[in-house]
């Protein structure tokens, strides 16, 4: 079983949509989520960053984090053509361990 | 302020050969980390450091090794070459604040370096 498992998609939604993302996991060691968004050949984008259970919110962004679940997710309101890249999520253990891993991405598009 | 900078954007070298991809962090910077991306398995941690020490390595052969010099600068090599080293190499850099109230742990990454081993 995968660190960390990502449903790949691809995910197409028309522009105004409502976009849900998930990611689950294993290890119970994680303590930091991230949100990662990466255009075509850029490099990943920080979105948003959460510290052990609970929901952030940022502009039309929110990601939420359930470790009794093991379960992440972020959601895209009034989502826009612009929206449209590769998502990851990306996790961290705590302590001296500065590793990232990653989700494998979830391909959006967001249609006009 | 500029961001992560990584040189060259694109290689093509030949099985056997050995390469160096250069990573310049955000001024102030003190970590800097690499990443292999590939469509088959994602992006991969291959190293982390920290004031020029090496703090966390992933599961990667030997062949891949990396270093970080006083001013932060990074370069990781390859050597002997194989066609599965084809991938997307990114650097990110990080500016570690451990306070979790106000925790800026977000790495930064580059546009990375696209390697192509023929």
């Known amino acids: 079983q995968k660190e960390v498992e990502q449903d790949p998609g691809p995910l197409s939604v028309p522009e105004g949509a409502i976009v849900s993302l998930n990611c689950t996991y294993s290890?119970?060691?994680?303590?930091?989520f991230m949100w990662y968004r990466q255009y075509s050949r850029k490099g990943p984008e920080l979105l948003m960053y959460?510290?052990?259970?609970g929901n952030k919110e940022d502009g039309r962004f929110t990601a939420q984090v359930d470790k009794s679940s093991k379960y992440i997710s972020l959601f895209i309101r009034d989502s826009q053509p612009s929206d449209s890249a590769t998502y990851l999520c990306?996790?961290?253990?705590?302590?001296?361990?500065?590793?990232?891993?990653f989700g494998k991405g979830t391909l959006l598009t967001v249609n006009p | 302020k500029a961001g992560v900078t990584q040189t060259p954007r694109y290689l093509i070298k030949t099985r056997g050969q050995q390469v160096t991809l250069s990573c310049s962090p955000i001024?102030?910077?003190?970590?800097v980390s690499w990443y292999q991306q590939t469509p088959g398995q994602g992006l991969q941690f291959l190293f982390e450091?920290?004031?020029?020490?090496?703090?966390n390595k992933g599961n990667f052969p030997g062949r891949f090794s990396g270093r970080q010099f006083s001013n932060s600068r990074s370069e990781m090599n390859v050597s002997t070459l194989e066609l599965g080293d084809s991938a997307l190499y990114l650097c990110?850099?990080?500016?570690?604040?451990?306070?979790?109230?106000?925790?800026?742990?977000?790495?930064?990454f580059g546009s990375g370096t696209r390697l192509t081993v023929v």
């Open positions: 001024s102030g910077h003190r970590s």
């Open positions: 959460t510290y052990s259970s």
């Open positions: 990306a996790l961290r253990g705590g302590g001296s361990n500065y590793k990232l891993t």
């Open positions: 450091y920290f004031s020029e020490t090496q703090r």
């Open positions: 990110a850099s990080s500016l570690f604040q451990l306070t979790r109230t106000e925790f800026n742990y977000g790495y930064t």
């Open positions: 290890n119970s060691a994680f303590q930091y």
